[in-house]
């Protein structure tokens, strides 16, 4: 099996549930990924004070984004870059169709970008007849394959070597073993030629530096830099949030980005790119476009639930960390971004309020991805926030929509309420066997499918209340009034985003 | 064609302003201003206080830098003077077997006499006059020795600035590094470099500024270390001072 099937996530999860291939292979990969950022980070130390520092320094820039943009955007054009603008995926493609036809291009090279992926820039230039290859490792694997990536930073984590060596025989035209070191040559020299024939280089970006107007690359394989480097002509698609105002900013990134996203202290490139080469230069591209892209973005800014989502630096952390994630893997959320942030970028980039009812359900809420988050994104609240907006919009189920007017009646009247424990006190006595009910019967199957119901006791907690409460009175202690404010102020400021100077 | 028509590039030029001005008006009144926000304070810029002061002594820093630089795969060398990298260098280029090297065009790289001392080898140094006869060379050299402009021992990064004289080619095309460090342009911190880039006037600032942390590597197939994958295969660095 290739990549899960089905219309929703819970069908998705299903099928990917029973590719034992597929589940052993995140599990494995997701695992060593999570011990790696473990121990870089108890080995860094304080980790704690810079996650807090990179949160700091990216609700900043978000919240004066029209300023570090604007500032990003003056001097990178001084250093001779044409910026573009692209309010949606199809203005962000066609440009760089644009600029492609202009320039004759038969060929591009693409490194790593999370964002061609949003605007399957692949597709529009195999429309025109031009070639367009990806040269990240893994990114080549699943371009090859003809599926979408399955994880932020290991796009092929779902393949094991076994199917990548078919798909790089394939290839090859002749068969390949299962040995990475093999596969992995055989793509350094296919992808050799393809860099210095190509007419095009296409990059991502990690993050804009205002200051500069440079482009900051981060990568191992060093195929980024060739994409930079050998074209004539070089394009970067940068997502609109991706600044951070200064080099030195630059250093709480490089610290929190590579030791969450795989356990290094930096990866094995880091490249400022600031415009094309200079009139003496001898590489490098003559030609440097970024084009920027807002593509349901903006959508977020001025939304206190949803603006800290903008903060995020694509580690991938939160997926590795997601018990969800790691089960279902990363074909069965709809769209390009899988796991924690996935769920809840997805349908906010889409505007798709339909699709809330099914991702913001695959998560237990159990709050690892925000643990994981290096910007302390608080993934798992947003999760129900995304849940209160479906019920607001009327998205709800038709069974769930009565079981909670039937909770409303019951819980709004304590007469309603002693009865209908009454009768069920007296009515689960034909399902309780051991304390338990396990039936599946009617409206109960929803949750006794995956596990017990307790049995309702003989005396509700209600009815032993008026013993209860001396018992209580007794032993119960003020609460101190430092305790009682800070609680206040949690209670306060819940739901209206982080704060920032 | 090196550079697009001028017509075509005015017209998108055109495009740009026209685009821009909705495009970060959108964004200004999303954040509930009517006009860009004005030059914000930035208390937090940088690295925390406490790591800002955060330093190695001397000793300390080559030795971290080195077992940073061979952890993550790479081999390191020491020298005193710049006198006894000419040994090392050819010893290095004899047991890979290499048979061609290219460098960047500076006077502390050609006085390391490689001609003389490795005639039965092909030497080139970068001539930006001739990008297309160096990119060429540079792709069918088998090492490629750069003069690194800084180093950081912290993460085991040495760091190479792109010029008329230093292409970005040099450093990624061969299948062997090798980088020659002077331990006074070693620091302890990322941020310590940082400062020091951000400092070069615009005018000046050069249009790759790359920081490489040893060989090109890979986890892509099954997470499973691959080295040398698009980039140098063997980094050596070599430290003098």
Request: hydrophobic share 40%.
């Amino acid at each position: 099996m290739s990549k899960p099937q089905g219309s929703n996530v819970k069908e998705r999860a299903k099928s990917a549930l029973k590719d034992e291939f597929l589940i052993d292979a995140v599990k494995f990969t997701t695992e060593r990924l999570k011990n790696g950022k473990k121990a870089a980070t108890a080995e860094h130390g304080n980790w704690e004070e810079w996650r807090e520092r990179g949160r700091q320094i990216r609700l900043h820039t978000i919240a004066h984004l029209d300023y570090y943009l604007s500032q990003f955007i003056a001097n990178a054009r001084a250093q001779g870059v044409h910026v573009h603008f692209a309010p949606e995926a199809k203005d962000a493609a066609r440009i760089a169709v644009e600029i492609a036809k202009h320039r004759g291009a038969k060929s591009v090279v693409k490194s790593k970008s999370m964002v061609s992926e949003e605007v399957h820039i692949n597709e529009a230039f195999e429309k025109l007849g031009i070639e367009s290859i990806e040269s990240d490792l893994g990114e080549y694997i699943i371009q090859l394959a003809n599926e979408p990536p399955s994880h932020i930073i290991i796009p092929a984590i779902h393949k094991n070597r076994y199917q990548i060596a078919e798909l790089l025989s394939k290839e090859a035209g002749e068969t390949l073993p299962p040995e990475t070191k093999i596969l992995a040559g055989f793509a350094r020299r296919k992808l050799r030629d393809k860099f210095l024939e190509a007419d095009i280089g296409l990059t991502g970006c990690n993050f804009g530096i205002a200051e500069t107007g440079s482009v900051v690359i981060f990568e191992n394989e060093g195929n980024a830099r060739m994409v930079s480097t050998v074209p004539k002509t070089q394009i970067t698609l940068m997502g609109m949030e991706r600044l951070i105002p200064s080099w030195d900013d630059l250093e709480v990134m490089a610290t929190l980005l590579p030791r969450s996203a795989t356990g290094q202290k930096l990866t094995v490139y880091m490249s400022g790119i600031t415009g094309p080469r200079r009139e003496n230069d001898g590489d490098g591209p003559e030609e440097m476009h970024i084009i920027i892209v807002d593509n349901g973005r903006s959508l977020q800014l001025g939304d206190p639930d949803f603006q800290e989502l903008l903060n995020c630096i694509r580690c991938g952390a939160c997926l590795n960390a997601c018990p969800v994630y790691r089960h279902i893997g990363g074909h069965s959320y709809p769209g390009t971004y899988s796991g924690p942030i996935g769920a809840v970028l997805t349908p906010a980039l889409n505007k798709n309020t339909q699709e809330w009812q099914d991702i913001a359900n695959a998560s237990s809420l159990c709050g690892a991805c925000y643990e994981a988050c290096p910007v302390k994104i608080p993934l798992h609240d947003m999760l129900v926030y995304l849940r209160n907006r479906k019920v607001e919009r009327g998205y709800t189920a038709s069974g769930e929509k009565m079981a909670m007017q039937g909770f409303k009646l019951l819980m709004g009247s304590h007469k309603w309420f002693r009865q209908a424990v009454k009768a069920g006190q007296i009515g689960q006595k034909l399902l309780v066997r051991d304390g338990y009910i396990r039936s599946q019967i009617g409206p109960l199957g929803g949750w006794t499918a995956y596990r017990h119901i307790p049995a309702l006791p003989k005396r509700s907690f209600r009815e032993q209340w008026a013993g209860l409460s001396s018992e209580v009175e007794k032993s119960i202690r003020p609460m101190p009034d430092e305790m009682k404010k800070r609680m206040e102020q949690t209670v306060q400021a819940r739901g209206k985003g982080g704060h920032h100077a | 064609m090196s550079k697009s028509d001028p017509a075509f590039l005015a017209k998108l030029s055109k495009e740009s302003q026209e685009a821009e001005k909705l495009f970060i008006g959108n964004i200004a009144s999303r954040l509930g201003r009517s006009a860009i926000s004005p030059l914000p304070a930035h208390p937090f810029r940088g690295a925390p206080e406490f790591w800002t002061s955060y330093e190695l002594e001397r000793e300390e820093r080559i030795a971290r830098f080195m077992s940073n630089w061979q952890a993550a795969g790479g081999f390191t060398e020491r020298a005193d003077s710049m006198s006894e990298i000419p040994d090392i260098v050819a010893r290095i280029l004899g047991e890979l077997n290499a048979k061609s090297t290219i460098r960047q065009n500076l006077p502390e790289l050609k006085q390391l006499g490689l001609e003389e001392r490795l005639p039965e080898l092909r030497h080139d140094a970068w001539d930006s006059l001739d990008a297309e006869g160096s990119l060429r060379t540079a792709e069918q050299a088998d090492a490629g020795i750069v003069l690194a402009d800084y180093a950081v021992a912290y993460t085991g990064s040495m760091i190479v600035m792109s010029s008329a004289d230093k292409g970005r080619s040099v450093s990624l095309l061969p299948n062997i590094l090798i980088a020659i460090i002077s331990a006074d342009r070693m620091y302890t911190r990322l941020g310590e470099v940082m400062s020091r880039v951000a400092a070069v006037p615009g005018d000046q600032f050069p249009a790759g500024i790359h920081f490489i942390s040893g060989p090109s590597r890979s986890s892509d197939i099954e997470n499973d270390l691959t080295i040398g994958v698009h980039g140098p295969g063997v980094a050596y660095a070599l430290i003098v001072g």
